[in-house]
């Protein structure tokens, strides 16, 4: 680990534990805070199920790409908008409100999908959901950081991406329950309002955050807080640096209490905390863990499994392996670190993105081939144009010529020749009745399952790392008079980031293919490796205070030369022991 020496490593999950044992209101401010994760990820997942039978309800939708894409990316611009109005939310009126205020919106959200009759209706929903999504994903973390000692932040900031993962893992069992129900993807997008009515409900009876008041409110209010959180040992030193914190800022800021945006940009350390808070977020879209998330079944489809079942069956397993890393970052993070936990991370998803562009290589370009005897053994169902140009057709080009074609494999082996038929409820009859499965989104393959595999290589390496660090590295890096506002500016950087992703996958695909999109991810993420290298410092185990002087010395002392030891953490231990051996002297004087 950079930067000089901390307390044993193999301390750290172990100090959470404890913690959460002596003090239990701990851990349930963070789960109850850390529901505004779970209505991410519930989202984020259940959207993706959804659409398989939305498309099959809603005919317009089923052969429009760009409509897809819009119900998918309506919900994330939506958050963009939460994202970047929770900034002000959260300080002008508090990090409880803005949880509250994100709730009630998730939740009018969810009754609007459940009930729509029409695409336009079930956008709207996706919007109002998103205003929660948005404002809950930036609050959530920042409640949770401000309520926490600096020895477990990370940890419990962590049990917020535990959350997502989690949400996004219950919304594929959900979808899997209500696959056989009546208006399945209803019940599917309805189920959404239940975590937002329980988060409402225990956000009452939580209170504020402690240094949000003793900013706003003042010092009374604020004490009574830290003291149900630090042991009576604790909350008298946790008192005094809080003091020394906002008197410093009021120093440096004048007693406005009002943020101006200028701020951000006359000083130096809030701009570089900003630049590495923002890019990490960036890079966590960008190297495409929402298509995965939001596309899984039809990144499986894609992969020659053409069951809507079958595909939300092995999204399940990326979405386990989702959940399971996020609880494998809950005792990495302050254990190993942010910032190699964020290097191990995007290390892996390189390796497993360029798996999956090999694999979508192989599978598009050595698709079963079609037989113009099979194809007119259906008659007047031939696919129009692979009746005007017969020759040498396969699977792939019977897809990519025309939207309202598909294929009818051979029954037995897939890989033998099939036909190249009109895509309706008809001939996906005929197919079925002939043990011949029906292809529509992708093409058999032999190497399929190599396509779930690296998908859940990437699930793995990215989950307990970019899934998770991006959230707890802007929960901690500002100062506190700057804490929403650019907590709020990097959310929304993400959900824009997001709303791009989500946008242009499906259309990548066919523009460029599969292969070369997962590629083009992959190339992202080595971009997103040199920016952790170069710009991101380590934050694990420092106190707010602390990681103020660091980035100070960060910005003093920078360089591109990544290899060499970073001493600006160094400094900031160094004032931590220097303040502890002056307290001493005077408690020894006295």
């Given at each position: 680990?950079?930067?000089?020496?901390?307390?044993?490593?193999?301390?750290?999950?172990?100090?959470?534990?404890?913690?959460?044992?002596?003090?239990?209101?701990?851990?349930?401010?963070?789960?109850?805070?850390?529901?505004?994760?779970?209505?991410?990820?519930?989202?984020?997942?259940?959207?993706?199920?959804?659409?398989?039978?939305?498309?099959?309800?809603?005919?317009?939708?089923?052969?429009?790409?760009?409509?897809?894409?819009?119900?998918?990316?309506?919900?994330?611009?939506?958050?963009?908008?939460?994202?970047?109005?929770?900034?002000?939310?959260?300080?002008?009126?508090?990090?409880?409100?803005?949880?509250?205020?994100?709730?009630?919106?998730?939740?009018?959200?969810?009754?609007?999908?459940?009930?729509?009759?029409?695409?336009?209706?079930?956008?709207?929903g996706?919007?109002?959901?998103g205003?929660?999504?948005?404002?809950?994903?930036?609050?959530?973390?920042?409640?949770?950081?401000?309520?926490?000692?600096?020895?477990?932040?990370?940890?419990?900031?962590?049990?917020?991406?535990f959350?997502?993962?989690?949400?996004?893992?219950?919304?594929?069992?959900?979808?899997?329950?209500?696959?056989?129900?009546?208006?399945?993807w209803?019940?599917?997008?309805?189920?959404?309002?239940?975590?937002?009515?329980?988060?409402?409900?225990?956000?009452?009876?939580?209170?504020?955050?402690?240094?949000?008041?003793?900013?706003?409110?003042?010092?009374?209010?604020a004490?009574?807080?830290?003291?149900?959180?630090?042991?009576?040992?604790?909350?008298?030193?946790?008192?005094?640096?809080?003091?020394?914190?906002?008197?410093?800022?009021?120093?440096?800021?004048?007693?406005?209490n009002?943020?101006?945006?200028?701020?951000l940009?006359?000083?130096?350390?809030?701009?570089?905390?900003?630049?590495?808070?923002?890019?990490?977020?960036?890079?966590?879209?960008?190297?495409?863990?929402?298509?995965?998330?939001?596309?899984?079944?039809?990144?499986?489809?894609?992969?020659?499994?053409?069951?809507?079942?079958?595909?939300?069956?092995?999204?399940?397993?990326?979405?386990?392996?989702?959940?399971s890393?996020?609880?494998?970052?809950?005792?990495?993070?302050?254990?190993?670190?942010?910032?190699?936990?964020?290097?191990?991370?995007?290390?892996?998803?390189?390796?497993?993105?360029?798996?999956?562009?090999?694999?979508?290589?192989?599978?598009?370009?050595?698709?079963?081939?079609?037989?113009?005897?099979?194809?007119?053994?259906?008659?007047?169902?031939?696919?129009?144009?692979?009746?005007?140009?017969?020759?040498?057709?396969?699977?792939?080009?019977?897809?990519?010529?025309?939207?309202?074609?598909g294929?009818?494999?051979?029954?037995?082996?897939?890989?033998?020749?099939?036909?190249?038929?009109?895509?309706?409820?008809?001939?996906?009859?005929?197919?079925?009745?002939?043990?011949?499965?029906?292809?529509?989104?992708?093409c058999?393959?032999?190497?399929?399952?190599?396509?779930?595999?690296?998908?859940?290589?990437?699930?793995?390496?990215?989950?307990?790392?970019?899934?998770?660090?991006?959230?707890?590295?802007?929960?901690?890096?500002?100062?506190?008079?700057?804490r929403g506002?650019?907590?709020?500016i990097?959310?929304?950087?993400?959900?824009?980031?997001?709303?791009?992703?989500?946008?242009?996958?499906?259309?990548?695909?066919?523009?460029?293919?599969?292969?070369?999109?997962?590629?083009?991810?992959?190339?992202?993420?080595?971009?997103?490796?040199?920016?952790?290298?170069?710009?991101?410092?380590?934050?694990?185990?420092?106190?707010?205070?602390?990681?103020?002087?660091?980035?100070?010395?960060?910005?003093?002392?920078?360089?591109?030369?990544?290899?060499?030891?970073?001493?600006?953490?160094?400094?900031?231990?160094?004032?931590?022991?220097?303040?502890?051996?002056?307290?001493?002297?005077?408690?020894?004087?006295?």
């Open positions: 680990m950079e930067g000089g020496p901390t307390k044993p490593d193999k301390e750290e999950f172990t100090n959470c534990l404890s913690l959460i044992r002596e003090n239990p209101f701990v851990l349930r401010l963070a789960l109850s805070a850390g529901l505004g994760g779970l209505l991410f990820g519930y989202d984020t997942g259940v959207i993706s199920g959804a659409l398989l039978y939305i498309r099959d309800d809603f005919k317009q939708v089923d052969h429009n790409t760009t409509l897809q894409e819009i119900i998918v990316s309506m919900a994330v611009a939506g958050a963009i908008i939460g994202a970047a109005l929770g900034g002000w939310v959260n300080d002008r009126f508090g990090r409880r409100f803005a949880l509250l205020l994100a709730d009630s919106l998730f939740f009018l959200g969810a009754i609007l999908m459940a009930s729509a009759p029409n695409p336009s209706v079930l956008i709207s996706r919007v109002f959901v205003l929660g999504v948005g404002m809950a994903s930036m609050t959530a973390p920042l409640y949770i950081s401000e309520s926490s000692p600096a020895k477990v932040r990370g940890a419990l900031v962590s049990t917020n991406g959350l997502i993962t989690g949400g996004q893992f219950l919304s594929y069992l959900i979808n899997l329950a209500f696959t056989k129900a009546p208006g399945t209803r019940w599917m997008l309805g189920v959404a309002g239940m975590p937002a009515l329980l988060q409402f409900i225990l956000m009452l009876t939580l209170p504020e955050s402690p240094r949000w008041l003793y900013r706003k409110k003042g010092e009374a209010e004490v009574a807080v830290l003291k149900r959180i630090y042991s009576p040992e604790e909350v008298e030193e946790e008192i005094q640096s809080l003091k020394e914190s906002v008197e410093t800022e009021i120093q440096q800021m004048g007693t406005n009002k943020v101006q945006y200028w701020e940009w006359s000083t130096t350390e809030i701009r570089y905390a900003l630049f590495v808070g923002v890019g990490l977020q960036v890079f966590q879209q960008f190297v495409g863990i929402n298509t995965v998330m939001y596309y899984s079944p039809t990144i499986v489809q894609l992969a020659g499994f053409a069951s809507n079942r079958t595909a939300l069956l092995l999204s399940l397993i990326t979405s386990g392996l989702n959940a890393g996020s609880i494998a970052s809950i005792y990495l993070i302050d254990k190993a670190g942010r910032k190699k936990l964020v290097i191990f991370s995007l290390c892996g998803c390189i390796l497993a993105l360029g798996m999956l562009a090999g694999v979508f290589y192989q599978t598009t370009h050595h698709s079963p081939l079609v037989s113009m005897a099979a194809t007119q053994h259906y008659g007047n169902y031939t696919c129009p144009d692979y009746a005007r140009a017969p020759g040498i057709w396969d699977c792939t080009r019977c897809l990519k010529a025309n939207p309202d074609c294929f009818c494999a051979a029954s037995g082996n897939q890989l033998l020749p099939g036909a190249c038929l009109i895509a309706n409820s008809t001939t996906k009859d005929m197919c079925s009745k002939t043990h011949r499965p029906w292809f529509t989104r992708g058999p393959s032999k190497l399929g399952f190599l396509a779930i595999i690296g998908l859940a290589l990437y699930i793995a390496f990215f989950s307990p790392g970019m899934g998770t660090v991006p959230w707890v590295v802007n929960s901690e890096i500002y100062p506190l008079k700057f506002l650019c907590g709020g990097a959310a929304t950087a993400c959900w824009i980031s997001n709303l791009i992703v989500a946008q242009t996958f499906l259309t990548l695909t066919v523009a460029i293919g599969t292969s070369n999109t997962f590629l083009l991810f992959g190339c992202i993420a080595v971009a997103g490796l040199f920016f952790t290298l170069v710009f991101m410092p380590e934050t694990k185990g420092l106190s707010f205070e602390q990681v103020e002087v660091m980035l100070q010395e960060r910005v003093r002392l920078f360089s591109f030369k990544f290899w060499k030891k970073d001493h600006s953490r160094e400094k900031s231990l160094d004032m931590e022991a220097t303040k502890v051996a002056t307290k001493e002297a005077k408690r020894a004087n006295k």
